[in-house]
């Protein structure tokens, strides 16, 4: 009931509706308490006419009529208020998916960390869809039923006392007996609900990445994983379903048991003379109005626990602290930050990643305005982690960093992001357009800047190549273009984001030398003006910047200029030292920097 409560609160903006839909109940439970009072009435008078009174033909077919009238008021109202009920479930589903995804766009960059794609996305669908269906439910008849319920319950104490206290035992008495069943199927239910999103997840991962799962063979595995745990949710359901009936026959036994002294009381006093057979009918129509109620209610009850386990998975994610309260406006186009390049500062920043050991430590380094500054060291150095501190995406578990003078504490993420533009390490493009992709940072480009971004990056000639131009689709995560090809366009989706700060995190790394060279010229253009942090492969990229920063083991090692750092003996003079050398076992050492010679 708590949880019914907390949904219909997230949805408080559908209000109009509730209201409507308890009005539309009141009004068809009054006209289904009217009916057996009209079936009393003519009872009443045709048993007086076999009685021998005058018959009042014309009151008995009056009565028919106002039976009539209430039966079409009835199917009326019942379909108003099923509309009602659709239509505010679909709102409340929009709803709840809306505050959902809005959710999880704030949601910090860890916890995608540990989620699966595919997990979140079916975690999201069912939640939703168990909470709505069961609102839905809930409208169109749960409520009906109560206050149904509560009716008879009024109208029986009129005539008798016994009755109303049996019928007003039934549904708390109901209602217990469901909810000590209830932990025990809400622990199988989150048991099942766990195999199908750990399903789900691969299931999506796997057909995202099925070229992998093709070249490697293996199908069969990975379906076999998946109907494992199909499998086990069955057994689980067995288990949840075995348990979840034996308890409705020990629940609905009980409540036969009350009927029974129910009617044993209706008829006992009839007989008796205490009641008209009119009252008789009357009472009999009234206890299966509430009879039928407490029996549809199992279903009821599992649309509710179904529900209940829904909505705690979704308002767990709901109670996940964001990165920030309310999601930032999109950018409009053009430069973020006004008033050339900016600085950056490192100082004595340590940062791991949650429950592994430091990944960087102790860094200290600065880069002044519009400076080119390379950062090498191992693969699996933390360079790329530097740049996901940059970008806010992670905070530094000490020290401070610094862009444009300014701590990144102190500036909200929306600004620190807009003050960087990237291009990471695996190109990452969204299904679409090449022009959607590259406008992605500035919707509203003209056709002028998206081509003259695409340009800058070498992209322009291939692009015009395909039929569609820049019309082309790219697939799913870029998927139809080549390695080559999606690096250029993320580099224009950089440029074109024409950020103060810019990083290139191995930005040709997918490029042969030729293409290199001219995405480099781009590149070239691009850091103009620009301060630059450039995680390269390649030697011949690194030696044309300012200085070069070195790591090891998650410390800065070296900063200098390369012909200062060419000297000292540390890594870059070593990678020299190994580019000049052409022997294999060298060549073998440079791959350790990730380093193509
Ligand atoms: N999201 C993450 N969660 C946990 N650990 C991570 C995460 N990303 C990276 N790591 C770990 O942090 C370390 C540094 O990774 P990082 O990606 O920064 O290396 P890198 O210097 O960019 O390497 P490369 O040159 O291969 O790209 C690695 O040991 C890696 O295993
Ligand atoms: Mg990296």
């Known amino acids: 009931m708590r949880s019914l409560i907390r949904i219909l609160l997230v949805a408080r903006g559908l209000w109009p509706y509730y209201t409507a839909i308890v009005v539309t109940s009141l009004a068809v439970v009054g006209t289904n308490l009217m ?7 003519a009872i009443d008078v045709v048993v007086e006419a076999v009685r021998g009174q005058p018959a009042g033909v014309s009151t008995v077919v009056w009565l028919a009529v106002a039976l009539l009238a209430t039966d079409l008021a009835n199917t009326v109202l019942t379909n108003v208020g099923g509309y009602l009920g659709d239509v505010m479930a679909v709102k409340l589903r929009a709803t709840l998916a809306g505050s959902y995804f809005t959710k999880l766009l704030s949601l910090p960059q860890r916890y995608f960390d540990d989620e699966l794609t595919g997990t979140v996305i079916n975690r999201l669908t069912r939640s939703i869809t168990e909470i709505t269906n069961f609102v839905n439910v809930f409208a169109n008849t749960f409520f009906q039923m109560f206050l149904t319920l509560a009716a008879v319950l009024v109208v029986t104490v009129w005539y008798s006392w016994p009755i109303a206290v049996l019928l007003a035992v ?84 009980v409540l036969n048991l009350i009927f029974f002294g129910v009617f044993v009381v209706i008829f006992t006093q009839t007989a008796r003379g205490a009641f008209t057979v009119g009252v008789m009918v009357l009472l009999v129509q009234l206890v299966t109005m509430a009879r039928q109620p407490v029996f549809s209610m199992s279903f009821v009850v599992d649309a509710s626990q179904r529900a209940v386990a829904g909505s705690r998975d979704y308002f767990a994610v709901m109670a996940e602290p964001g990165e920030w309260e309310e999601l930032p406006p999109a950018r409009p186009a053009g430069p973020a930050a006004a008033g050339g390049p900016q600085g950056i500062d490192f100082t004595t920043v340590c940062f791991g990643y949650e429950g592994g050991e430091n990944v960087l430590c102790d860094v200290t380094f600065s880069i002044e305005p519009g400076e080119r500054v390379a ?38 993420l929306e600004e620190v992001r807009s003050r960087v533009g990237v291009v990471f390490q695996d190109p990452a493009l969204f299904s679409g357009t090449i022009r959607e992709n590259i406008a992605y940072a500035a919707p509203d480009a003209s056709p002028e800047a998206v081509t003259e971004a695409a340009r800058s990056a070498n992209a322009h000639a291939f692009i015009e190549r395909f039929p569609a131009g820049y019309e082309s689709q790219i697939g799913e995560r870029g998927i139809k273009l080549s390695g080559g090809q999606k690096q250029r366009i993320a580099v224009a989706r950089a440029i074109l984001k024409d950020a103060p700060v810019l990083v290139l995190d191995e930005a040709t790394s997918s490029l042969d030398s030729k293409a290199e060279r001219l995405v480099q010229q ?5 850091m103009a003006g620009r301060t630059t942090i450039v995680i390269a492969h390649r030697l011949s990229t690194i030696s044309s910047v300012d200085r070069i920063v ?45 380093i193509l010679a």
Do not use: C
Request: proline letters at 2%.
């Open 375 to 412: 950062v090498v060291g191992e693969s699996g150095g933390g360079k790329t982690t530097l740049v996901s501190l940059l970008l806010g995406l992670y905070a530094p578990d000490s020290g401070t960093i610094r862009i444009g003078g300014t701590d990144l504490g102190e500036l909200s």
């Open 522 to 526: 781009g590149l070239e253009r691009l």
């Open 35 to 41: 009916t057996p009072f009209i079936v009393k009435g």
């Open 170 to 253: 039934v549904y708390p008495l109901f209602v217990w007996l469901t909810t000590i069943t209830s932990a025990r199927w809400q622990a199988l239910e989150a048991e099942k609900n766990l195999d199908l999103d750990v399903a789900g997840g691969r299931f999506a991962e796997v057909i995202g990445q099925i070229r992998v799962v093709k070249s490697f063979v293996q199908e069969r595995r990975e379906l076999t994983a998946f109907q494992d745990r199909y499998r086990r949710t069955i057994r689980t359901t067995r288990r949840q379903s075995r348990f979840w009936h034996a308890m409705d026959v020990a629940r609905r036994g």
């Open 550 to 594: 070195t790591l090891r083991n998650g410390r800065v090692d070296e900063i200098g200029t390369p012909d200062e750092l060419a000297a000292t003996g540390g890594i870059y003079a070593e990678l020299l030292a190994l580019q000049a050398s052409a022997t294999k076992k060298d060549r073998k050492r440079l791959h350790r920097y990730d």
